[in-house]
């Protein structure tokens, strides 16, 4: 695996490259598309959601940037993508046009490390209290002992748990704001999901989205 990183004319440069199984034209075709996976020599998809490079491909373009895939069948892939940067003369904050209240709870479940952990350096800019779960079953048991003003919660391709979880969450908190987000199309939501959840925000998450969204329900 290699990874090369450059500023030229204007734009952030970066390149992977692995000697790896490669793809052929098709799978090239389909590889930023959500849910899919490159199947190996033995026919199997390899493991994970198929989610990765679609949330990639989404951040980069929400960054006016665009990315591209080299790739020969047994030889390996290059992924080269580029985004438009400038020169930053003052040192910037993230800030948005409408802040939350300061010091309110809220609690976080987010299954993506890496989601998580943006989130929670979001909010606290924001002097934010920030808990966090890390299994789906402690969210009830840890809103009765956090007393959250505010809940986030991530919902996965596997969204059936959320629904019976959700459910007992309403029953005992109708009044407790719950914002979801979530890297599935809105296509392939239940309809039902709108009536446990205040508002659902579609990954990339914006940031400026999601501060405005918690600073309405808070």
């Given at each position: 695996m290699e990874f090369s990183c450059e500023i030229s004319d204007g734009k952030l440069i970066g390149k992977v490259s692995?000697?790896?199984?490669?793809?052929?034209?098709?799978?090239?075709?389909?590889?930023?598309?959500?849910?899919?996976?490159v199947q190996n020599d033995h026919n199997t998809k390899r493991k994970g959601k198929g989610l990765g490079l679609a949330i990639v491909k989404g951040y980069i373009e929400l960054l006016n940037g665009e990315i591209k895939v080299e790739s020969k069948k047994d030889e390996g892939t290059t992924f080269t993508f580029e985004i438009p940067v400038k020169e930053i003369t003052k040192k910037k904050t993230?800030?948005?046009?409408?802040?939350?209240?300061?010091?309110?709870?809220?609690?976080?479940y987010d299954s993506d490390s890496e989601s998580s952990e943006f989130t929670k350096e979001l909010l606290k800019t924001y002097e934010l209290e920030v808990e966090e779960v890390k299994n789906l079953n402690e969210l009830s048991d840890k809103?009765?002992?956090?007393?959250?003003?505010?809940?986030?919660?991530d919902i996965e391709p596997e969204y059936s748990d959320y629904k019976k979880h959700l459910r007992i969450i309403k029953s005992k908190n109708s009044e407790l704001p719950i914002i979801a987000y979530t890297a599935l199309p809105q296509t392939e939501l239940p309809n039902?999901?709108?009536?446990?959840?205040?508002?659902?925000?579609?990954?990339?998450?914006n940031a400026n989205v999601l501060i405005h969204k918690i600073a309405n329900h808070l």
């Amino acid at each position: 695996m290699e990874f090369s990183c450059e500023i030229s004319d204007g734009k952030l440069i970066g390149k992977v490259s692995d000697t790896g199984i490669g793809m052929n034209e098709n799978e090239i075709n389909q590889i930023f598309d959500r849910f899919y996976s490159v199947q190996n020599d033995h026919n199997t998809k390899r493991k994970g959601k198929g989610l990765g490079l679609a949330i990639v491909k989404g951040y980069i373009e929400l960054l006016n940037g665009e990315i591209k895939v080299e790739s020969k069948k047994d030889e390996g892939t290059t992924f080269t993508f580029e985004i438009p940067v400038k020169e930053i003369t003052k040192k910037k904050t993230f800030t948005s046009q409408i802040a939350p209240p300061k010091d309110k709870k809220i609690l976080i479940y987010d299954s993506d490390s890496e989601s998580s952990e943006f989130t929670k350096e979001l909010l606290k800019t924001y002097e934010l209290e920030v808990e966090e779960v890390k299994n789906l079953n402690e969210l009830s048991d840890k809103i009765d002992i956090v007393k959250p003003d505010l809940i986030l919660v991530d919902i996965e391709p596997e969204y059936s748990d959320y629904k019976k979880h959700l459910r007992i969450i309403k029953s005992k908190n109708s009044e407790l704001p719950i914002i979801a987000y979530t890297a599935l199309p809105q296509t392939e939501l239940p309809n039902d999901l709108s009536l446990l959840f205040d508002v659902i925000i579609f990954k990339p998450i914006n940031a400026n989205v999601l501060i405005h969204k918690i600073a309405n329900h808070l």
